[in-house]
């Protein structure tokens, strides 16, 4: 069974830094785009970062100059510098990554979006 787990997270001070790690596991053949999104208490889920298999990027505007998404191919991970955090940065942190998985069969399948459970941090101000 194909998941990715997260982990990194964790309570920091307000300009203080942290590293968030996804690792997708199982029967994996090929991973196309991963990214990070983040939900915030009473707010929607929203993409903070994204990468593709060939390596461009995309941020959301709050985060360019402080975060930065990357990925090590051979090891089905991808990573999440977050550095001079902020308080509003405060969030369940979520791993997503659309990718090709076989079965035990030999069966090749496509999960266009795999989600993982999820790392808390917190920001104090």
């Known amino acids: 069974q194909v998941q990715l787990v997260e982990s990194g997270g964790g309570l920091v001070q307000a300009g203080g830094s942290l590293r968030l790690s996804c690792l997708a596991s199982?029967?994996?053949?090929?991973?196309?785009?991963m990214g990070w999104y983040r939900q915030a208490p009473g707010k929607q889920r929203e993409l903070v970062a994204s990468?593709?298999?060939?390596?461009?990027?995309n941020y959301v505007d709050d985060v360019k100059g402080r975060f930065t998404i990357s990925r090590d191919y051979a090891k089905n991970t991808v990573y999440l510098q977050m550095n001079s955090l902020k308080p509003e940065d405060t969030a369940v942190y979520y791993c997503?990554?659309?990718?090709?998985?076989?079965?035990?069969?030999?069966?090749?399948?496509?999960?266009?979006?795999?989600w993982g459970q999820g790392t808390l941090v917190t920001v104090s101000s």
């Open positions: 990468i593709t298999s060939g390596g461009s990027t």
């Open positions: 997503n990554a659309g990718l090709v998985g076989q079965s035990h069969a030999g069966a090749l399948y496509r999960l266009l979006e795999l």
């Open positions: 199982g029967m994996i053949v090929s991973i196309n785009a």
